[in-house]
T-cell receptor
């Protein structure tokens, strides 16, 4: 079945460091891919998305490129801030799940802690 | 911007009570979802709804029911609350179109004593 695997956290970085959070997936066809962010005590916010191979999603300095050949959608940011401390979730939606009410398959989440 | 509003941020109830969690979205979305989130278990889908009066079980429906009488509102019901239902509950909505994301509310942290 379809699945999403994220690197385990917590990830601890110093301010202005480069961030990569790995996400790989297993899916049939051409899924849509999403990154969500959850700040402490809040719900999930859509951070960025990509709907076809080689698409690059970007928002708030974060980027992720849909790589079909490696089935990956790694999240990157060139210079993190303390305010980026949060849990990041990678998710996918394939054609079948889109037609079944749009269910998402989530990774387990990666906690990021940025120190001043 | 899509707005998904959950009626309470924090809720404390007693074992055996009937508990209602309400969720309202303002974008005329067809699809709505209820998840629970627990440490180490990630997000788990409880129920979802294609459209008004339609509902489907998710991965962990036991002990829960839902109601979707109006398009904008999706209610989660704990028929007889138990301590193992203490959790963070998240509601989401989505337009019924291919490749569209879900949009989440701020969550309700429910404690069952």
């Amino acid at each position: 079945g379809n699945s999403v695997t994220q690197m385990e956290g917590p990830v601890t970085l110093s301010e202005e460091a480069f961030l990569t959070i790995n996400c790989t997936y297993t899916a049939t066809g051409y899924p849509s891919l999403f990154w969500y962010v959850q700040y402490p005590g809040e719900g999930l916010q859509l951070l960025l998305k990509a709907t076809k191979a080689d698409d690059k999603g970007s928002n708030k300095g974060f980027e992720a490129t849909y790589r079909k050949e490696t089935t990956s959608f790694h999240l990157e940011k060139g210079s993190v801030q303390v305010s980026d401390s949060a849990v990041y979730f990678c998710a996918l939606s394939d054609r079948a799940s889109s037609n079944q009410g749009g269910k998402l398959i989530f990774g387990q989440g990666t906690e990021l802690s940025v120190k001043p | 911007d899509v707005k998904v509003t959950q009626s309470s941020r924090y809720l404390v109830k007693r074992t055996g009570e009937k508990v209602f969690l309400e969720c309202v979205q303002d974008m005329d979305h067809e699809n709505m979802f209820w998840y629970r989130q627990d440490p180490g278990l990630g997000l788990r889908l409880i129920y979802f709804s294609y459209d008004v009066k339609m509902k489907e079980k998710g991965d962990i429906p036991e002990g829960y029911s839902v109601s979707r009488e109006k398009k904008e509102r999706f209610s989660l019901i704990l028929e007889s609350a138990s301590t193992n239902q203490t959790s963070m509950y998240l509601c989401a909505s989505r337009i019924y179109r291919e490749r569209q994301p879900q949009h989440f509310g701020d969550g309700t942290r429910l404690s069952i004593l």
